[in-house]
């Protein structure tokens, strides 16, 4: 393995608010911050909000810095990717942010019902061959369903026109109820966000800047399941 990926393992563990559990950690036994996130994690009873698919997590610490009154997480398989965020978010003293290194197959042992306010799902791999492991699948919402408060809004945001068509099928199939749809997020669909919306949707993550620069469209939607 690398000399710098080896570096960022051995860095992550020595970060605070930074979860890398085990599978027996959380198969073999409740996992012991389910439900318990507000309290042992960030010491307030603040909302929750997910941020799946992390990769380096600009969204999960771009939105930690604008809602302090917030909580949020950051979930990814890939350390070496998540160990940017999280040491940003250790310098920074960004207390209300969090990381977790699990795969999101396994995102309902982490959480307890009604913990999780909001989820982001940012460029999610669009998966073309692999449908039921698009994390927009019903596969996915039916794990983030025992967690997330019933009203509690997903957010997809995305450069791939699939899986943004993809998931807008699974909202009209499923009836989840639709809440902002745009398939040219900063052209031609600016203003049908508001100021905040729109200074969050400014937050860009590591993929987008990479799409954006080779002319790809952004296209977001939020729902409720
Ligand atoms: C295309 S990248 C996007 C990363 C980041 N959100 C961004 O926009 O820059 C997709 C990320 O999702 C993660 N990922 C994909 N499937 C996952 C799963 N089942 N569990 C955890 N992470 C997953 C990958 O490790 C990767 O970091």
């Given at each position: 393995?690398?000399?710098?990926?080896?570096?960022?393992?051995?860095e992550?563990?020595?970060?605070?608010r930074?979860?890398?559990?085990?599978?027996k950690d959380?198969?073999?036994?409740?996992y012991?911050?389910k439900?318990?996130?507000?309290?042992?994690?960030f010491?307030n009873?603040?909302?929750?909000?997910?941020?799946l698919?992390?990769?380096?997590?600009?969204?999960t610490v771009?939105?930690?810095?604008?809602?302090?009154?917030?909580?949020?997480v950051?979930?990814?398989?890939?350390?070496?990717?998540?160990?940017?965020?999280?040491?940003?978010?250790?310098?920074?003293?960004?207390n209300?942010?969090?990381?977790?290194?699990?795969?999101?197959?396994?995102?309902?042992?982490?959480?307890?019902?009604?913990?999780?306010?909001?989820?982001?799902?940012?460029?999610?791999?669009?998966?073309?061959?692999?449908p039921?492991?698009?994390?927009?699948?019903?596969?996915?919402?039916?794990?983030?369903?025992?967690?997330?408060?019933?009203?509690g809004?997903?957010?997809?945001?995305?450069?791939?026109?699939s899986?943004?068509?993809?998931?807008?099928?699974?909202?009209?199939?499923?009836n989840?109820?639709?809440?902002?749809?745009?398939?040219?997020?900063?052209?031609?669909h600016?203003?049908?966000?508001?100021?905040?919306e729109?200074?969050?949707?400014?937050?860009k993550t590591?993929?987008?800047q990479?799409?954006?620069?080779?002319?790809?469209?952004?296209?977001?939607?939020?729902f409720?399941?």
């Amino acid at each position: 393995m690398a000399k710098n990926k080896l570096m960022k393992f051995a860095e992550m563990k020595t970060l605070d608010r930074v979860f890398e559990p085990e599978k027996k950690d959380f198969l073999d036994q409740p996992y012991n911050l389910k439900g318990k996130w507000r309290e042992k994690v960030f010491g307030n009873d603040n909302p929750i909000v997910l941020e799946l698919g992390c990769g380096k997590g600009e969204y999960t610490v771009g939105l930690g810095k604008k809602y302090p009154n917030k909580n949020f997480v950051g979930v990814d398989i890939k350390g070496a990717r998540i160990w940017a965020g999280a040491k940003q978010a250790n310098e920074e003293e960004i207390n209300n942010v969090a990381f977790l290194r699990t795969n999101v197959d396994f995102i309902n042992y982490f959480f307890g019902q009604d913990e999780v306010d909001e989820i982001w799902l940012t460029f999610s791999d669009p998966q073309p061959k692999k449908p039921n492991k698009r994390l927009s699948s019903k596969p996915f919402i039916d794990r983030y369903k025992k967690f997330l408060k019933p009203e509690g809004i997903i957010h997809l945001k995305t450069d791939n026109t699939s899986l943004y068509l993809s998931t807008i099928d699974e909202i009209e199939t499923h009836n989840y109820k639709l809440i902002k749809k745009a398939h040219n997020v900063y052209e031609t669909h600016w203003d049908m966000f508001n100021k905040e919306e729109q200074d969050v949707l400014t937050i860009k993550t590591h993929y987008e800047q990479l799409f954006a620069n080779k002319g790809f469209k952004i296209k977001y939607c939020s729902f409720t399941v």
